[in-house]
Structure formats: structure tokens, C-alpha cells
């Protein structure tokens, strides 16, 4: 692992918004293939650091590498095209369009280029082929003609991973996949994340306010604290950590 390129480097990386220091100085290292949970409080930064990394915001400070690139001055479309895929913290399917359309739509944006988008849909198509694929994996496919609208949550969160994953990423954000799931939907929202990391050896960076569901599933937990790196090590270690009980969470986990 020492040996690899990292698939995420983050080094010296700030963000200074109208004089309010938003993250300062995250030096983070994920290797191919692993799982980072992201913890911390209430805007502690967790989100700001996915728009960092993902290209959403550019950072004031430090460098961003993706599989030992710089993608610092890039863009978030350049991003995505170069392997990075995210969820945000709220929804983004089209209501109004059915599981299948959902789906088809981002693989064939993916397939052909943004104009792919105003092209006419042919059944059996590339995208088409990519959209069954993927909603199988994610467990959708009894849902492929209802409207996205009308999907159970744990279901919507389910057709947002199948999004998602028909970008092919390699390196995956989730911004609190579990909020506002009902506890019952959760088991399987988290072996359908378990299964979409180990499936293709995929890097996975998580944000979680479920501490007993993240610490079970990831090999490092990374802590924020007012914008801060506070902690970055395997779950015995962070939760054993007397200043990350301190500061983060105020008491024994
Ligand atoms: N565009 C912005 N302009 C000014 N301040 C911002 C901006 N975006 C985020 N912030 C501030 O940065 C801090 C970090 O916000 P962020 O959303 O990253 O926190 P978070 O850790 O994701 O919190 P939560 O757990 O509530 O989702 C907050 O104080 C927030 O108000
Ligand atoms: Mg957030």
C-alpha cells in the first residue's frame, strides 16, 4: 500500500471563503481500492471537502491529485470523465422520468458526451444495455418502468448509486448515503455499498453520521473538526483516540 499511487491524494488543501477559513491544511492519502469513512460534526467541513475534491468549489490552497494527476485547475465535468463519482447529501434523479430513463440517461452521457443527451433513445442501444447492468447490480430491476418519484427512499438511494455507477467510476463519494432512511432499509443499503466496493476494487470515500454502520465497513476513518484533519486511522484507533473523543465527540463511542 505504501508502494501504490495513491487513487485520492489531497495535500495542503484550504479553503478561505470571504475570510472565513472553511478547511485549512487537509493532507489526506486514500489508496486504490480502499474504504475512507468521513466523520464530524455539523459543519466541520466534511461536505466542503467532497466539492473540493470532486471539483465542485476550487480549493484557495494545497493540490489535489487523482491516480497521481493533478486535477487541482480542473473542472468537476473533466473530473467525473477521469473517473471520480459522487452522490450529493441531497436527491438528484428526475422525478418525473422512470427507474430505467433515470439510469440510460446518465450512461449515455457518459457513453457519448453531453450532447449524447438530445439523441433519440433506441431500445437495446449501448446506454440502454449499461442502464439494465447497472440497475441489476443495484437491485432495481422489478423497478425499471416506475417513475423515480414514486420509489420508496431506501429504493431512491439505491437508483442514485445505479447513476452513479453508470459513469464508471473508479474513485466514489457518498455524502450520507443512510439520511433519512428508515432503519429497516438500512442492512441493505449498506451491503449494496459494501458489494460496490469490493465488486470492482473501487476507492470509496464516505461521509456517515451512523457511526455503527461506518465503522463496521470502512479501513480508515478520517475525523473534522472546524475545517480541520483531526484524526485519519482504522476505526479501533480514531475511536480509542482521547483527542478525537474530546473534541469530535465529547464522550466514549
Ligand atoms: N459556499 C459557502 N460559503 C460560505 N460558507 C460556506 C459555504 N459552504 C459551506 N460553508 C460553511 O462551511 C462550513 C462547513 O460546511 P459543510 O457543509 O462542509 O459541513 P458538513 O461537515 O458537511 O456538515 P453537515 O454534517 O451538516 O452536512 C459550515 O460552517 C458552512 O456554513
Ligand atoms: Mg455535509
Same mark, same amino acid.
Given at each position: 500500500?505504501?508502494?501504490?499511487?495513491?487513487?485520492?491524494?489531497?495535500?495542503?488543501?484550504?479553503?478561505? !471563503?470571504?475570510? /472565513?477559513?472553511? $478547511?485549512?491544511? &487537509?493532507?489526506?492519502?486514500?489508496?486504490?481500492?480502499?474504504?475512507?469513512?468521513? &466523520?464530524?460534526?455539523?459543519?466541520?467541513?466534511? #461536505? #466542503?471537502?467532497?466539492?473540493?475534491?470532486?471539483?465542485?468549489?476550487?480549493?484557495?490552497?494545497?493540490? !489535489?491529485?487523482?491516480?497521481? *494527476?493533478?486535477?487541482?485547475?480542473?473542472? %468537476? &465535468?473533466? *473530473?467525473?470523465?477521469?473517473?471520480?463519482?459522487?452522490?450529493?447529501?441531497?436527491?438528484?434523479?428526475?422525478?418525473?422520468?422512470?427507474?430505467?430513463?433515470?439510469?440510460?440517461? +446518465? /450512461? =449515455?452521457?457518459?457513453?457519448?458526451?453531453?450532447?449524447?443527451?438530445?439523441?433519440?433513445? *433506441? %431500445?437495446?442501444?449501448?446506454?440502454?444495455?449499461?442502464?439494465?447492468?447497472?440497475?441489476?447490480?443495484?437491485?432495481?430491476?422489478?423497478?425499471?418502468?416506475?417513475? +423515480?418519484? =414514486?420509489?420508496?427512499?431506501?429504493?431512491?438511494?439505491?437508483?442514485?448509486?445505479?447513476?452513479?455507477?453508470?459513469?464508471?467510476?473508479?474513485? &466514489?463519494?457518498?455524502?450520507?448515503?443512510?439520511?433519512?432512511?428508515? #432503519?429497516?432499509?438500512?442492512?441493505?443499503?449498506?451491503?449494496?455499498?459494501?458489494?460496490? @466496493?469490493?465488486?470492482?476494487?473501487?476507492?470509496?470515500?464516505?461521509?456517515? @453520521?451512523? $457511526?455503527?454502520?461506518?465503522?463496521?465497513?470502512?479501513?480508515?476513518?478520517?475525523?473534522?473538526? @472546524?475545517?480541520?484533519?483531526?484524526?485519519?486511522? #482504522?476505526?479501533? /484507533?480514531?475511536?480509542?483516540?482521547? =483527542?478525537?473523543?474530546?473534541?469530535? $465527540?465529547?464522550?466514549?463511542?
Amino acid at each position: 500500500m505504501a508502494d501504490a499511487v495513491p487513487a485520492l491524494r489531497c495535500s495542503g488543501l484550504g479553503l478561505t !471563503i470571504g475570510g /472565513a477559513r472553511i $478547511l485549512e491544511d &487537509i493532507g489526506l492519502e486514500v489508496a486504490p481500492g480502499e474504504m475512507l469513512g468521513v &466523520i464530524g460534526p455539523n459543519g466541520a467541513g466534511k #461536505t #466542503t471537502l467532497f466539492n473540493l475534491i470532486s471539483g465542485v468549489l476550487r480549493p484557495t490552497a494545497g493540490r !489535489i491529485e487523482l491516480d497521481g *494527476r493533478d486535477v487541482t485547475g480542473t473542472g %468537476a &465535468i473533466a *473530473r467525473a470523465r477521469g473517473g471520480l463519482g459522487r452522490t450529493f447529501q441531497t436527491s438528484s434523479v428526475f422525478a418525473h422520468l422512470s427507474v430505467h430513463e433515470n439510469v440510460r440517461l +446518465a /450512461a =449515455q452521457a457518459r457513453l457519448g458526451g453531453s450532447l449524447a443527451l438530445f439523441r433519440r433513445p *433506441r %431500445a437495446g442501444d449501448g446506454a440502454d444495455h449499461v442502464a439494465a447492468e447497472r440497475l441489476a447490480e443495484v437491485g432495481l430491476c422489478e423497478h425499471a418502468a416506475t417513475l +423515480a418519484g =414514486q420509489l420508496s427512499h431506501g429504493d431512491k438511494r439505491k437508483l442514485e448509486i445505479a447513476l452513479l455507477l453508470a459513469g464508471r467510476p473508479s474513485v &466514489i463519494l457518498l455524502d450520507e448515503p443512510m439520511a433519512g432512511l428508515a #432503519t429497516g432499509d438500512v442492512p441493505d443499503l449498506v451491503a449494496l455499498i459494501a458489494r460496490v @466496493h469490493a465488486g470492482q476494487g473501487r476507492t470509496v470515500l464516505m461521509i456517515e @453520521h451512523h $457511526l455503527d454502520v461506518l465503522l463496521g465497513l470502512v479501513d480508515r476513518v478520517a475525523v473534522l473538526h @472546524h475545517g480541520r484533519l483531526l484524526a485519519c486511522d #482504522t476505526p479501533g /484507533a480514531v475511536v480509542a483516540d482521547p =483527542q478525537v473523543q474530546a473534541a469530535y $465527540l465529547g464522550q466514549t463511542v
